[in-house]
């Protein structure tokens, strides 16, 4: 499975960026995201029909992750983010796996990654 993120920019705080995830096939899709220094943490995922998502706590209600319908092809999730924080800087990653779920590590395919910045 092959994964292309992109969408990534700089934006105020307060601002909105919306990140795209297109992968070869449809699977169920994580996003996480890794700050300078930092380990890589779990923003939220969803499944491969689109039925569950779930969110960290510190961007549940800011963020919102969607998928196009199963009969496009193009198997493209988004993650909506509005209300951003300067804590939310980080290199976003998309990842895909049969299952979802919190852990990184169960996650066997992985987008390139693209940087949000924050900043007045």
């Known amino acids: 499975v092959q994964l292309q993120a992109s969408g990534g920019g700089s934006v105020q705080p307060g601002g909105s960026l919306r990140l795209s995830c297109e992968a070869s096939?449809?699977?169920?899709v994580g996003w996480f995201r890794q700050a300078p220094g930092k380990d890589r943490e779990f923003v939220g995922f969803?499944?491969?029909?689109?039925?569950?998502?779930?969110?960290?706590d510190s961007v549940r209600g800011r963020f919102t992750i969607s998928r196009v319908s199963r009969d496009n092809p193009k198997n493209t999730v988004y993650l909506q983010m509005d209300s951003l924080k300067p804590e939310d800087t980080a290199v976003y990653y998309c990842?895909?796996?049969?299952?979802?779920?919190?852990?990184?590590?169960?996650?066997?395919?992985w987008g390139q990654g693209t940087k949000v910045t924050v900043s007045s």
């Open positions: 096939e449809r699977y169920s």
């Open positions: 969803i499944t491969w029909k689109g039925a569950n998502k779930y969110y960290a």
């Open positions: 990842a895909a796996d049969p299952e979802a779920d919190f852990y990184s590590t169960k996650y066997k395919f």
